[in-house]
């Protein structure tokens, strides 16, 4: 067990709905990341919070969007789903900041699969 | 192109094998260098961190870094069928976690 909490671990939807994925992160970390992981695009970094604020975003759709709450666990709100949009969604944290904040601690992921 | 490229495989190779894993880039700002193990359904984990060129052993694991040629590799020795798994190279310009480039992966396999 890394730490890092994920749920759900499956979901199965269709297409226009929308999902909300929960982590929670390493006790002691501050900041908590998204990635999504697909077979023919790797693992892709979505979003960075730290201690609630939005730090960076990278390839993060209009249609997504993400928190991190004053108790530091952190939702990815994913809506208007697509086909595409199945994969495997991961959350990691760091302690955010120093030396530290290079090393992510990964969660086990949600599978999301949208028919 | 890809700014990290990375073969697939799959790569089998028998119990007790040194394994030889890699990863090109593009990006000549990258100097921080890490190897990623993934197991079936679960997520990655740090398995190697590197900073600019050079070795570093833990164990079984070699990581080499060549900025030169913009390569880096993994080793690992005497492999174990506990070894299987996907390896994603991963790499950054800046201490920014944020910033960090995975290579797709790797997936290996350990034959007893």
């Known amino acids: 067990d890394s730490g890092v909490t994920q749920t759900p671990k499956h979901l199965i939807t269709a297409t226009g709905q929308r999902v909300t994925l929960r982590c929670s992160p390493r006790?002691?970390?501050?900041?908590v990341y998204w990635y999504q992981q697909s077979l023919d695009q790797g693992l892709q970094f979505l979003i960075q919070?730290?201690?609630?604020?939005?730090?960076a975003k990278g390839n993060i759709l209009e249609r997504f969007s993400a928190q991190q709450f004053p108790d530091l666990h952190s939702e990815l709100n994913l809506s208007s789903l697509e086909l595409g949009d199945s994969a495997l969604y991961f959350c990691?944290?760091?302690?955010?900041?120093?030396?530290?904040?290079?090393?992510?601690?990964f969660g086990a992921g949600s599978r999301l699969t949208v028919l | 192109q890809k700014e990290v490229e990375q073969d697939p495989g799959p790569l089998s190779v028998p119990e007790g094998a040194i394994v030889s894993l890699n990863c090109t880039y593009s990006?000549?700002?990258?100097?921080?260098f890490m190897w990623y193990r993934q197991y079936s359904r679960k997520g990655p984990e740090l398995l190697m961190y590197?900073?600019?060129?050079g070795n570093k052993e833990d164990g079984r694991f070699t990581a080499q870094v060549d900025k030169s040629s913009k390569y880096i590799s993994l080793f690992i020795r005497d492999s174990q069928p506990s070894d299987s798994a996907t390896y994603l190279c991963?790499?950054?310009?800046?201490?920014?976690?944020?910033?960090?480039?995975f290579g797709s992966g790797t997936r290996l396999s350990i034959r007893p």
């Open positions: 990691a944290s760091s302690v955010g900041q120093g030396a530290g904040a290079n090393v992510l601690t």
């Open positions: 006790s002691g970390d501050l900041s």
């Open positions: 919070y730290y201690n609630g604020e939005e730090r």
């Open positions: 990006n000549s700002a990258f100097q921080y």
């Open positions: 590197t900073y600019s060129s």
């Open positions: 991963a790499m950054k310009a800046d201490s920014s976690a944020s910033k960090i480039i």
